[in-house]
């Protein structure tokens, strides 16, 4: 059975809830066969073991170690393998704080099944390839065990690891794998067990023969000595005997201590002779290097001026607009990217473009915002601040008589319209209290849809009282009901909402009979305290009212059942720069921030309303001054399109000609860059502007940056770049973000950023301080704009608006159940002990109930129990409106009381309670479900548990998000069975036949006609008698027509029972304008029948277009469910009510969890959010739940690339200074180095070194300015060391030699083996996707398809060879530099254990003697890699280096621009690259990668698209930098550029 995998990153930002299982056996075998291992040295295969494991440790994994008891019989032959095993077992247990199984048999064992169930691992690490062919089927077998329980697999060869992340090859679990594991179980059973048997047999027929019977040679005599020792070893476990096993790495290192100083003396000395290349350093002339680097020149071996490799250094500089040898102008990526439309244009379709775009954005804004929402900004109209109003308010304390007639005229108005609206209300009181009568959740919601259009306030009392009156009769008819055994509480639930709304509302107006009233419903339903409190005066009756009684108390029905509808402690007082709604205290303070133009990171929950300080900052520049700019910065292109929708539709603004409001700047197209006041962009494009010498005056325009979702610093992908961008701009910055675990750290390092601009500005003040006079008066021109701040403020909110529910639905004896999952369930005894109760996991007022109930059952002596019973709880005691704040008081002092029974008791907790406990869900029967339904009046349970919304006029909030598939290609699928489920027996499309759908064009539009009514001339008297008849036929054929078209329209109709869609929301007009953005788009009639049926969905791999249709279609609520991947996670606006995440997969981790449950339940949209977990083990959906949120660690910083472009920076850029400063800025304060002296001064090393690199390569001269091919290396910095390696064939002319037509007439044409080969060779440098080395076990299967890429041709390989040698010459020396740096008493140290081998205690070692000293040839490799005689010398080969050099160094060797021709993991194995560029070029088939390829339609698409316009961008940049057009290597390029774009978007269809 084949098993594809993908090259991954293992661990996500929140790993300490990831939990895996490594293999030991596995881990024995990696390690063991690791290339770099010397046999015999087993104190390094302990360094290599610890190694491997520490990596894991040190980014807060959490795993566990398995060995089965049944692979040690497969070791029979190999004594000195399995004493090895047995003493790394032994050592893990004693000398390690990893925890290691050893209990379970085989993965068959009952045992193991059920600690499978039990802790359900994240995956398991496992090799594919076992000792013996026995144990390789034995692992085999272990590996379609777990795939079938749901358990992903890595493969335990190939890892990768660098600062931050560990990669490896990762299979998913599938259905299929528990479909072939069912359908062969019984057979892997058998060959087992009989492997086993077989082992058993030969153990037991073996025996030691000792002493006269002895007849063994020397060799046989060594096993037996290993069995032995194998023995005594397992002894020692058996026995339980206390001994100090710290001597366990080396206690069979026999060949160690018997040899080690014949093999110093004689064999170590030849290479300890040996010369390491120290090559001398071109000494560079730079006031850069001075700056950042001038503390450590000394230290570094320089070449004197006159050494012939200076002298033959002299080039001629190198100009970014102009190259060496060619006067044609080079452009920038910014010129590159595609224009899309722009408001300079002067042809009539680029102008019809633009009048298309702002029409969808209009569209789009007016989904986001709403309509009649657009601010018309007005220059020179500062926005009014609280202080400024508070004043005007003071001024006017006298009236004059003028004021006091318009006061009269307005009371006279106002009594005018309260008796129109007493008059409204008497008309429609009638049929409103009958129908509350009838139906009181429908009843109330038209009495509320008054109350939201009547401005009377003393009305508005009148309606509440008598709605409450009318649902406090029907709730009295209802209890007299004889068949009502258990009560219905949704109209006591709508009874309490109104009376909290009159006593918190209307307390003004409130007389005495409106409290006897009040007080006589609270008594009937049994909350006598709270009417004494109202009224004290109320008489005694002598009624039974007990059968009217919910029979609870006040404070914990509130709790139970109101927890949505609780008010909040929101502020009344408007805020006069605020229009739309009444901020929040924490909202002002970001509005605060912004008018007095500081910096802040701003921390607060999704939906929580952070994102609007981002637009009034905006507003404030608009109104400021033409000229200012903002700059929106946002992750993903579907999010920069809803920005500029909302800026669209929320800012109006007169501009001056040829400026615009909002301009767009992306890699695959932009508008308006640089003519607008507001600019949103990714974050590479806005790295391009900043690191481009020539747009330095536009950059200096710039008065705000705003980074939304600012966590993506830590991401896996472009993380260096936001790094750039937060540490290279002057201007004041909001960073919003809902995921930051350490906002504290983020905003110190961003303090010390502020405070180094600081002292630049201050620097640069001071040398410009005689000023000439057209500086000031542009000073004094521009004195209205504020100067900015340095003051960077960290705004943090942890509350989240609404509460969040969750539920785990599952399947039981063909019954589908949904259960209420308690966050408790969550949480366990050592995971609060270690962590703690994660900050943002919250519970609902119900759930905190919930939590006491359990804690009073477990502890019925508790001392506190009667603190905190709900009516006697300080803050709830006697209260008639309990209020939001009160109930997370209440929650916080439960969590406080829990930690405390941990730390006092915590076996306590391991007490089961029904329905509850610490380490299990609260479960609720589908018949409670829907009981709780009346908490919720407007949702009804739907198809497939998710919750089926009625239709709301008050906002478009729409019905559910179906999230976290495994991949994109999923989607689809997804979507389908939902619309299948809603089918029935139906037509699933309409329109499926093409003649159908061409006869339906034509009815619709009248084509179809017989004959055509237009002519050119005026008719003959003879034509008009003639025609007669056939005026008639026309008169029957039109109303035929007509009739026709109304059949049509019935045939077409999608019936209400199958559709999610409500046509109320979206007009027929609107939504065909919306469909027909997708036209022209890949596989839009899939898309464009569910969306007809109110369906959708959204991943990665769709164009940006249907993304939006989608997104746009959801929000006004025409599209009720859509199916989605992670492209929803950040940041998008996509309210709903229900999110359900479906399977289980490694891309669903803690933060995209996170992320897309907080699409439900958003502030200002519905009372409460709901997350449902649908085929996800219990295990996963608790780590996802009690995981901590990330924090944030510095990248590596620096590339060559990176310094070359800061260099071509400084000199070119118009403002030296200012480009120095951002250079330096860059250089000195990185994230990975913030208080860290060691690693920035390895940076600098690093930094030195990579000028040396440019310099010899010939991209800088002595002064550091850019030379030769300096141009085409900084377009291509994306896909470094593959830029440089491209220049190295130019140079050398391959493609010339390479790139030779076919000799014919007309115009030039390449053969298709020189495009082949042109594939390959681009392939191997920007097409570099590994395969795990078992794929060769399967090449023969794929006859048609290229699933392995070819060899480079040998021209090609030694040009990289060449260039490898110069890396290793450059890089080796830079290692060796270094190794200074490192800490040599933790080198000395195994890195999981810490035993030292530096200690006094082992003076005495003969390893420690050789160690100790220090000498020369192995002073910057590691004292354990020493063992298998690695020296300095192997820091100059990349397949030894990450073994070999100092583990405390902080570098990695992908940090060095080395190209492999040929990859092998740690045990000697080739990796193959993925031949998917050349396969796509050969046969032009997306699908044929999907099935060959090992790759998933989502990735194959995005591959091929971006190998795509590499192609294109070297096309570009090679037909700029040649003279001649006709060149050879420039039409090939052109050539391969169009085949490729011919075979890409004709599977545009696919």
């Given at each position: 059975m084949k098993i594809l995998t993908q090259f991954v990153s293992l661990l996500k930002d929140f790993v300490e809830s990831e939990f895996f299982l490594i293999d030991g056996d596995s881990l024995f075998l990696t390690c063991i066969s690791n290339v770099n291992l010397k046999r015999g040295q087993t104190l390094h295969f302990f360094y290599l073991v610890e190694q491997f494991l520490h990596d894991f440790l040190q980014k807060e994994a959490r795993f566990v170690i398995v060995f089965f008891k049944d692979v040690e019989n497969m070791y029979f032959n190999y004594p000195d393998l399995l004493a090895l095993r047995t003493t790394l077992i032994q050592h893990l247990k004693h000398n390690t704080g990893v925890t290691v199984h050893t209990e379970f048999s085989n993965c068959f064992s009952p045992e193991w099944e059920i600690f499978l169930k039990e802790c359900y691992p994240y995956f398991l690490i496992v090799s594919e390839k076992g000792i013996i062919p026995h144990h390789t089927d034995f692992l085999?077998?272990?590996?379609?065990?777990?795939?079938?329980?749901?358990?992903?697999?890595?493969?335990?060869?190939?890892?990768?690891?660098?600062?931050?992340?560990?990669?490896?090859?990762?299979?998913?679990?599938?259905?299929?794998?528990?479909?072939?594991?069912?359908?062969?179980?019984?057979?892997?059973?058998?060959?087992?067990?009989?492997?086993?048997?077989?082992?058993?047999?030969?153990?037991?027929?073996?025996?030691?023969?000792?002493?006269?019977?002895?007849?063994?040679?020397?060799?046989?005599?060594?096993?037996?000595?290993?069995?032995?020792?194998?023995?005594?070893?397992?002894?020692?476990?058996?026995?339980?005997?206390?001994?100090?096993?710290?001597?366990?790495?080396?206690?069979?290192?026999?060949?160690?201590?018997?040899?080690?100083?014949?093999?110093?003396?004689?064999?170590?000395?030849?290479?300890?002779?040996?010369?390491?290349?120290?090559?001398?350093?071109?000494?560079?002339?730079?006031?850069?290097?001075?700056?950042?680097?001038?503390?450590?020149?000394?230290?570094?071996?320089?070449?004197?001026?006159?050494?012939?490799?200076?002298?033959?250094?002299?080039?001629?500089?190198?100009?970014?607009?102009?190259?060496?040898?060619?006067?044609?102008?080079?452009?920038?990526?910014?010129?590159?990217?595609?224009?899309?439309?722009?408001?300079?244009?002067?042809?009539?379709?680029?102008?019809?473009?633009?009048?298309?775009?702002?029409?969808?954005?209009?569209?789009?804004?007016?989904?986001?915002?709403?309509?009649?929402?657009?601010?018309?900004?007005?220059?020179?109209?500062?926005?009014?601040?609280?202080?400024?109003?508070?004043?005007?308010?003071?001024?006017?304390?006298?009236?004059?008589?003028?004021?006091?007639?318009?006061?009269?005229?307005?009371?006279?108005?106002?009594?005018?319209?309260?008796?129109?609206?007493?008059?409204?209300w008497n008309n429609l009181s009638l049929c409103i209290e009958k129908e509350i009568k009838e139906n009181p959740n429908s009843g109330m919601k038209r009495l509320e849809d008054f109350l939201e259009t009547c401005p009377v306030k003393s009305v508005k009392l009148t309606v509440e009282m008598e709605g409450l009156e009318a649902c406090f009769k029907s709730w009295m008819k209802y209890c007299l009901k004889p068949e009502v055994k258990s009560k219905d509480l949704s109209i006591i639930i709508l009874m309490m909402k109104r009376i909290h709304i009159i006593h918190d509302k209307y307390t003004e107006l409130l007389q005495n009979i409106h409290r006897q009233k009040l007080a006589k419903y609270l008594k009937y339903i049994g909350f006598d305290n709270l009417a004494h409190l109202l009224c004290p005066q109320e008489s005694r009756t002598d009624k039974d009212i007990s059968k009217y009684s919910v029979n609870m108390g006040a404070a914990r029905f509130q709790l139970m059942h109101m927890g949505p509808y609780l008010f909040r402690e929101e502020r009344s007082d408007p805020d006069p720069r605020v229009q739309h709604f009444i901020p929040d205290t924490w909202q002002r303070e970001l509005l605060d921030v912004v008018d007095n133009n500081e910096s802040a990171v701003i921390v607060a929950p999704t939906s929580s309303g952070k994102t609007y300080a981002s637009y009034y900052c905006m507003e404030k520049i608009l109104r400021e001054s033409d000229e200012g700019v903002v700059v929106y910065v946002a992750p993903t292109k579907a999010l920069v399109n809803q920005v500029v929708g909302t800026i669209c539709s929320l800012f109006n603004k007169s501009l001056p000609n040829g400026v615009v409001l909002c301009g767009v700047f992306t890699r695959d197209y932009r508008h308006d860059a640089l003519n607008c006041q507001i600019l949103v962009t990714v974050p590479q494009c806005l790295e391009i502007l900043l690191l481009s010498p020539h747009r330095q005056n536009w950059v200096k325009r710039i008065r705000y940056v705003i980074f939304d979702e600012v966590h993506c610093l830590g991401g896996e992908i472009g993380a260096e770049v936001w790094e750039h961008l937060l540490v290279m701009i002057r201007c004041p910055f909001l960073a919003l973000s809902a995921t930051i675990s350490n906002p504290e750290d983020l905003t110190e390092w961003l303090k010390q950023i502020k405070r180094y601009w600081q002292d630049v500005e201050s620097a640069m003040e001071n040398s410009n301080s005689s000023s000439n006079a057209s500086k000031v008066l542009k000073k004094q021109k521009d004195k209205s704009i504020q100067k900015s701040s340095y003051c960077v403020r960290l705004v943090l909110y942890k509350e989240r608006y609404n509460d969040l529910e969750k539920y785990v639905c599952s399947i039981k004896d063909n019954d589908f159940v949904i259960e209420h999952y308690h966050p408790c369930g969550a949480l366990t005894v050592s995971h609060i002990k270690k962590y703690g109760i994660p900050s943002d996991l919250g519970f609902s007022p119900r759930e905190s109930i919930l939590l006491y109930d359990a804690m009073v059952h477990v502890w019925p002596e508790w001392s506190r129990m009667k603190e905190l019973e709900p009516e006697e709880f300080?803050?709830?005691?006697?209260?008639?409106?309990?209020?939001?704040?009160?109930?997370?008081?209440?929650?916080?002092?439960?969590?406080?009381?829990?930690?405390?029974?941990?730390?006092?008791?915590?076996?306590?907790?391991?007490?089961?309670?029904?329905?509850?406990?610490?380490?299990?869900?609260?479960?609720?029967?589908?018949?409670?479900?829907?009981?709780?339904s009346g908490l919720y009046p407007s949702r009804v349970l739907g198809p497939m548990?998710?919750?089926?919304?009625?239709?709301?006029?008050?906002?478009?909030?729409?019905?559910?998000?179906?999230?976290?598939?495994?991949?994109?290609?999923?989607?689809?699928?997804?979507?389908?069975?939902?619309?299948?489920?809603?089918?029935?027996?139906?037509?699933?499309?309409?329109?499926?036949?093409?003649?159908?759908?061409?006869?339906?064009?034509?009815?619709?539009?009248?084509?179809?006609?017989?004959?055509?009514?237009?002519?050119?001339?005026?008719?003959?008297?003879?034509?008009?008698?003639?025609?007669?008849?056939?005026?008639?036929?026309?008169?029957?054929?039109?109303?035929?027509?007509?009739?026709?078209?109304?059949?049509?329209?019935?045939?077409?109709?999608?019936?209400?029972?199958?559709?999610?869609?409500?046509?109320?929301?979206?007009?027929?007009?609107?939504?065909?304008?919306?469909?027909?953005?997708?036209?022209?788009?890949?596989?839009?009639?899939?898309?464009?029948?569910?969306?007809?049926?109110?369906?959708?969905?959204?991943?990665?791999?769709?164009?940006?277009?249907?993304?939006?249709?989608?997104?746009?279609?959801?929000?006004?609520?025409?599209?009720?469910?859509?199916?989605?991947?992670?492209?929803?996670?950040?940041?998008?606006?996509?309210?709903?009510?229900?999110?359900?995440?479906?399977?289980?997969?490694?891309?669903?981790?803690?933060?995209?969890?996170?992320?897309?449950?907080?699409?439900?339940?958003?502030?200002?949209?519905?009372?409460?959010?709901?997350?449902?977990?649908?085929?996800?083990?219990?295990?996963?959906?608790?780590?996802?739940?009690?995981?901590?949120?990330?924090?944030?660690?510095?990248?590596?910083?620096?590339?060559?690339?990176?310094?070359?472009?800061?260099?071509?920076?400084?000199?070119?850029?118009?403002?030296?200074?200012?480009?120095?400063?951002?250079?330096?800025?860059?250089?000195?304060?990185?994230?990975?180095?913030?208080?860290?002296?060691?690693?920035?001064?390895?940076?600098?090393?690093?930094?030195?070194?990579?000028?040396?690199?440019?310099?010899?390569?010939?991209?800088?001269?002595?002064?550091?300015?850019?030379?030769?091919?300096?141009?085409?290396?900084?377009?291509?910095?994306?896909?470094?060391?593959?830029?440089?390696?491209?220049?190295?064939?130019?140079?050398?002319?391959?493609?010339?030699?390479?790139?030779?037509?076919?000799?014919?007439?007309?115009?030039?044409?390449?053969?298709?083996?020189?495009?082949?080969?042109?594939?390959?060779?681009l392939a191997h440098l920007f097409g570099r996707r590994y395969l795990p080395p078992c794929v060769k076990k399967f090449e023969k299967a794929f006859s048609h398809s290229v699933v392995i890429l070819k060899d480079l041709p040998k021209d090609f390989a030694t040009v990289i060879e060449e260039h490898n040698n110069r890396v290793h010459r450059n890089f080796g020396s830079f290692l060796l530099t270094i190794s200074k740096l490192a800490d040599m008493r933790k080198e000395y140290q195994l890195p999981l254990s810490e035993i030292d081998f530096s200690d006094k205690k082992c003076e005495e070692s003969q390893l420690v003697t050789h160690l100790m000293p220090g000498l020369e040839s192995r002073t910057a490799v590691s004292p354990f890699a020493c063992l298998s005689n690695i020296t300095d010398q192997d820091l100059f080969d990349i397949n030894v280096v990450d073994d070999a050099m100092l583990r405390t160094i902080s570098v990695n060797v992908k940090d060095i621009p080395f190209l492999q021709l040929n990859k092998y993991d740690k045990n000697g194995r080739k990796c193959p690259l993925n031949g998917y560029a050349l396969n796509f070029y050969k046969h032009g088939s997306l699908s044929l990668l999907t099935l060959d390829n090992w790759l998933n339609m989502g990735d194959a698409f995005n591959l091929i698209r971006d190998f795509f316009l590499v192609i294109q961008s070297i096309r570009i940049s090679l037909r700029e930098l040649c003279d001649n057009e006709n060149d050879n290597v420039v039409l090939a390029f052109k050539q391969l550029s169009e085949e490729f774009r011919k075979k890409f978007y004709k599977n545009g269809k696919y």
């Open positions: 085999n077998i272990f590996i379609i065990h777990a795939l079938q329980k749901k358990i992903n697999i890595v493969l335990s060869g190939g890892q990768e690891t660098d600062v931050l992340r560990i990669y490896g090859y990762y299979a998913p679990s599938l259905y299929s794998h528990k479909e072939f594991f069912q359908k062969h179980e019984n057979k892997l059973q058998h060959i087992l067990h009989d492997y086993l048997r077989n082992y058993f047999h030969k153990l037991q027929k073996k025996e030691i023969l000792l002493y006269g019977h002895m007849r063994l040679d020397l060799e046989d005599m060594q096993k037996e000595l290993k069995r032995c020792e194998f023995f005594t070893l397992k002894q020692l476990e058996v026995n339980n005997w206390k001994l100090n096993f710290t001597g366990l790495p080396d206690l069979s290192d026999m060949i160690l201590w018997r040899n080690i100083a014949y093999y110093y003396e004689n064999e170590y000395i030849t290479v300890s002779n040996q010369e390491i290349h120290k090559s001398g350093l071109i000494p560079l002339k730079s006031d850069i290097i001075e700056d950042y680097a001038g503390d450590i020149l000394a230290e570094l071996p320089f070449l004197s001026s006159n050494d012939p490799i200076v002298i033959s250094l002299k080039k001629r500089e190198f100009d970014e607009l102009t190259h060496w040898h060619s006067s044609r102008p080079l452009s920038g990526d910014f010129e590159r990217a595609r224009c899309t439309s722009d408001v300079k244009a002067n042809d009539a379709k680029a102008r019809r473009n633009i009048q298309k775009l702002h029409y969808f954005y209009r569209v789009l804004g007016k989904s986001l915002v709403g309509s009649n929402r657009s601010i018309i900004v007005v220059r020179e109209m500062p926005l009014k601040s609280p202080a400024n109003s508070s004043a005007q308010k003071k001024g006017k304390c006298q009236k004059n008589k003028t004021e006091k007639i318009i006061e009269e005229n307005k009371k006279r108005q106002q009594d005018k319209l309260e008796r129109r609206e007493e008059e409204r300080s803050l709830f005691k006697n209260k008639i409106v309990i209020k939001k704040a009160d109930t997370k008081i209440y929650e916080e002092e439960l969590k406080k009381e829990l930690i405390q029974w941990i730390q006092l008791d915590p076996d306590k907790l391991s007490v089961s309670h029904p329905g509850f406990s610490l380490s299990s869900s609260c479960p609720v029967t589908p018949t409670q479900v829907s009981s709780c548990g998710s919750e089926k919304s009625k239709s709301n006029s008050h906002h478009p909030t729409c019905l559910c998000l179906v999230c976290s598939v495994h991949k994109s290609s999923d989607t689809f699928p997804l979507a389908c069975s939902l619309l299948g489920s809603r089918y029935g027996p139906r037509e699933l499309i309409l329109g499926s036949s093409p003649r159908s759908s061409v006869v339906t064009r034509k009815i619709q539009s009248g084509s179809c006609w017989p004959f055509s009514c237009h002519s050119s001339s005026s008719p003959t008297a003879a034509q008009l008698v003639a025609s007669g008849a056939r005026v008639q036929r026309l008169i029957l054929e039109v109303a035929e027509m007509q009739e026709l078209k109304k059949h049509l329209k019935k045939l077409t109709q999608v019936p209400s029972d199958c559709t999610y869609t409500d046509r109320a929301r979206v007009d027929y007009k609107t939504f065909r304008k919306i469909l027909y953005r997708i036209r022209d788009t890949r596989q839009c009639y899939k898309l464009r029948n569910l969306l007809w049926r109110g369906i959708g969905y959204h991943h990665g791999s769709m164009e940006h277009k249907q993304r939006q249709v989608v997104e746009m279609l959801f929000r006004v609520g025409h599209a009720k469910v859509v199916t989605a991947t992670s492209t929803l996670a950040l940041g998008i606006n996509m309210p709903c009510k229900s999110v359900v995440f479906t399977e289980d997969s490694v891309y669903l981790d803690a933060l995209h969890f996170r992320q897309m449950s907080g699409r439900a339940g958003r502030r200002g949209e519905d009372p409460v959010g709901n997350v449902f977990f649908y085929d996800i083990p219990l295990p996963k959906i608790e780590r996802l739940l009690k995981s901590n949120v990330p924090k944030l660690k510095g990248q590596f910083p620096l590339s060559i690339s990176l310094v070359l472009r800061l260099m071509l920076l400084v000199s070119k850029a118009d403002d030296k200074e200012d480009a120095k400063a951002k250079a330096l800025s860059v250089l000195k304060h990185s994230l990975m180095s913030f208080n860290q002296p060691r690693i920035m001064c390895m940076l600098k090393f690093f930094f030195i070194y990579s000028l040396q690199f440019l310099v010899r390569e010939g991209y800088l001269d002595q002064e550091c300015n850019p030379i030769g091919y300096t141009g085409l290396v900084t377009h291509l910095h994306y896909h470094e060391p593959a830029n440089f390696v491209l220049v190295s064939f130019l140079v050398k002319g391959l493609f010339h030699k390479l790139c030779i037509p076919m000799k014919r007439k007309g115009p030039k044409k390449f053969s298709e083996e020189v495009m082949e080969t042109l594939v390959v060779v």
